[in-house]
Nanobody, 124 residues
Framework: QVRLVESGGGSVQAGGSLRLSCTVS????????VAWFRQTPGKAREGVAD????????AYVDSVKGRFTISRDTAKNTVYLQMNSLKPEDTGMYYC?????????????????WGLGTQVTVSS
């Protein structure tokens, strides 16, 4: 069982920045794709960005392109989400997930392993 631990959430004002981290307990091919999802109350979970630990190949949902950057450190089995120019609509619980394949768009059911989430709150 692969375990994921998120960190780095918090509260910022609009225009600010946060960096989220997701540490994966071990690399396996079944956890090659690491993605960030976010969820706000009353809404479905939304895929934000993903990256292949083996091949890199970052991808983003349109609403965060140019503002968020996903990256990985394979030596640390850690994926980062740098979030700049944050907007109130970015507020939500951010979850890290790992699965065998990255798809476009991200499909929640393809990810077998999930972290507990970290809260991001952006005030106007």
């Amino acid at each position: 069982q692969v375990r994921l631990v998120e960190s780095g959430g918090g509260s910022v004002q609009a225009g600010g920045s946060l960096r989220l981290s997701c540490t994966v307990s071990q690399y396996t091919w079944r956890a090659d794709c690491v993605a960030w999802f976010r969820q706000t109350p009353g809404k479905a979970r939304e895929g934000v960005a993903d990256i292949s630990m083996r091949r890199d190949s970052p991808a983003y949902v349109d609403s965060v392109k140019g503002r968020f950057t996903i990256s990985r450190d394979t030596a640390k089995n850690t994926v980062y989400l740098q979030m700049n120019s944050l907007k109130p609509e970015d507020t939500g619980m951010y979850y890290c997930a790992a699965g065998a394949y990255c798809t476009s768009p991200l499909v929640e059911r393809t990810f077998e392993n999930w972290g507990l989430g970290t809260q991001v709150t952006v005030s106007s």
